[in-house]
């Protein structure tokens, strides 16, 4: 999971002395692109910067210096050849940037780019395994529903915002031209409602909804039946998912629905 601005404000409020690392550089094939980051102190790290060697003996610089400059930490940086440095199989090279973390890095922390935007209609029990997986996304979510009860308790994070309203369909229009929708709701009624109020907009990126082929059917004969445009109906994915996974099980739908966003998601 991407480190976040929020994540940087955590560990800062702590008092540690923490470096941030990050790839400043990258040529050839390497771990993970520039811009990658991962925080280090001298009892806990957080993100990666691609695992193995590399970022072993990269928390052991950062450690060693938090050691020896007795919480005075000084940016530093540490360019490495990968093979004839590490002795690893890629071929590539990179720098490391190592930064103290402060108040004025956390500041400037980058905020990634979403892949995409989407508005999820519902928090029951895929509604929920869809979040949990979208929590290490970069994207943006407003998770809709009129059920305060059926949202966890415990805090989200930044990028996913908790909407309940009674009126839930108004929220079709609050979205912008693009955007990604996904309907899995309480209620075939609610589902309904909710897609004549996507179908009718037509400028959506990627719409969703949940059930069987047969629903499917049901839905777009109604849908025909109110005028609504058969282009625009054609592009509803019902069922929802990458074709080939298969089960029923709330997780293996979320990772399904999740790959399937990705897939379509503006390149």
Known sequence: M?????????????????????????????????GTRMLVSERAIAGTVGGGHLEFEAIERARQHVREAGGALSAFEWPVALGPTLGQCC??????????????????WPQPQPRFRLHL???GHVG??????????????????E??????????????????????????????????????????????RLTEAIVRRGDFGWFGLIGSASKRARFEHRLH?????????????????????????????????VAQLLQHAPS
């Open 91 to 108: 071929g590539g090279a990179l720098t490391l940037r190592f930064t103290p973390l402060t108040a004025e890095v956390v500041a400037a």
């Open 225 to 257: 039946a109110r005028g609504l445009d058969a282009a625009q109906i054609a592009r509803i994915t019902c069922p929802i998912g990458l074709p080939g996974i298969t089960g029923k099980e709330p997780g293996v739908i979320a990772v399904a629905v």
């Open 128 to 145: 929920r395994a869809i979040v949990q997986v979208l929590r290490g996304v970069p994207c943006e979510v407003w998770w809709i529903d």
């Open 147 to 192: 059920r305060e009860a059926e949202f966890p308790p415990e805090p989200l994070p930044e990028h996913i915002h908790r909407v309940c309203v009674d009126a839930v369909e108004a929220e079709v229009a609050a979205a912008s031209p693009g955007d990604a929708f996904l309907v899995l709701t309480h209620s075939h009624a609610l589902d309904e």
């Open 121 to 123: 209609f519902g928090a």
């Open 2 to 34: 991407s480190l976040t601005r929020t994540d940087a404000q955590a560990w800062l409020a702590r008092g540690e002395a923490t470096f941030l690392i990050e790839v400043h550089t990258a040529r050839g094939s390497v771990p993970r692109n520039a």
